[in-house]
């Protein structure tokens, strides 16, 4: 039997102290620890540009759906046969079943996301009543109480991915494997 530990020149490898599992729950605690702290990005005020921007985009994405709906209406009131559904759309519009008036709404709605003097005009009063919006939620509509949620979360779960990455990285350098 060949002793390893008294070959000359030659020192023992020493055992860790550490053992992998340990380490391994270390690493997942700090990222988790790290993304629990990064959640609290979502308390940070919101900026007038990032709400005026997301406003912007959810009145378009709102505008894209209520055009693709009344196209579909307007080929059913081609063909005679309206359902209960597009009826209702159409009085909850304010539109008669007629193609020309559904064609005629489809315009003004998409001009209304796609002219730039509109555009401006849209976004100076998101611009306008950005303040009061924030000091006081009843006086938002759909849109905008959309706009804040949207970027709200967005900012919620960018601080948990880059409170998970420090974590994850602290985690890494106090580990020992």
Do not use: H
């Not at 060949?2 to 023992?12: C, E, I």
């Not at 005020?45 to 505008?63: Q, W, Y």
């Not at 976004?123 to 000091?135: Q, V």
């Amino acid at each position: 039997m060949v002793n390893y530990d008294a070959q000359v020149g030659q020192m023992p490898v020493p055992y860790s102290t550490i053992s992998p599992s340990g380490s391994r729950k270390q690493k997942i605690g700090m990222t988790l620890a790290g993304a629990m702290i990064g959640m609290n990005a979502y308390y940070l005020p919101v900026k007038k540009d990032s709400f005026i921007n997301r406003a912007f985009d959810v009145t378009k994405r709102e505008a894209d759906e209520q055009i693709a709906a009344l196209k579909g209406i307007a080929e059913e009131v081609a063909n005679n046969k309206v359902s209960t559904e597009s009826k209702m759309i159409l009085q909850d519009m304010g539109l008669p079943e007629d193609v020309v008036s559904i064609t005629n709404k489809c315009t003004s709605l998409d001009r209304r996301v796609s002219d730039p003097a509109s555009v401006k005009a849209l976004k100076a009063d998101f611009s306008k009543n950005f303040d009061s919006y924030k000091k006081n939620v009843a006086l938002m509509d759909n849109n905008c109480a959309k706009a804040f949620k949207g970027v709200k979360q967005n900012k919620f779960k960018w601080g948990a991915g880059i409170g998970a990455g420090i974590g994850l990285a602290l985690g890494l350098m106090t580990s020992r494997d």
